[in-house]
């Protein structure tokens, strides 16, 4: 069974920074790719930002060059590090992996930008 576990989020002023971690149980977290997604209220989730196990990485325009997306497969982790933040990245942002067998979500963890 796997479990993701999202956390780092929070209230920060337009510009600021912050890190979100997704901690992952089970031996698969470093074989597979590793997603962040979004969902803003009223809105459909988003993809944010890829990571393969390899490390490879891609970002969604909204957020390339601001946003870094990075795992360390030794503790089973995949971090988003968030700068230059804007009041349109204020969402519940979700980690995700993906597998053959389906995808797992973590609960997702609360990024508010706001002055």
């Known amino acids: 069974q796997v479990r993701l576990v999202e956390s780092g989020g929070g209230l920060v002023q337009p510009g600021g920074s912050l890190r979100l971690s997704c901690a992952a149980s089970?031996?698969?977290?470093?074989?597979?790719?590793m997603a962040w997604y979004r969902q803003a209220p009223g809105k459909q989730r988003e993809l944010v930002a890829t990571?393969?196990?390899?490390?490879?990485?891609n970002y969604s325009d909204s957020v390339k060059g601001r946003f870094t997306v990075s795992r360390d497969n030794g503790k089973n982790t995949v971090y988003l590090q968030m700068n230059s933040l804007k009041s349109e990245d204020t969402a519940l942002y979700y980690c995700?992996?993906?597998?053959?067998?389906?995808?797992?979500w973590g609960q997702g963890t609360q990024v508010t930008v706001s002055s």
């Open positions: 995700n992996l993906q597998t053959p067998g389906g995808d797992y």
């Open positions: 990571i393969t196990s390899g490390r490879s990485t």
């Open positions: 089970g031996p698969i977290f470093r074989v597979y790719p």
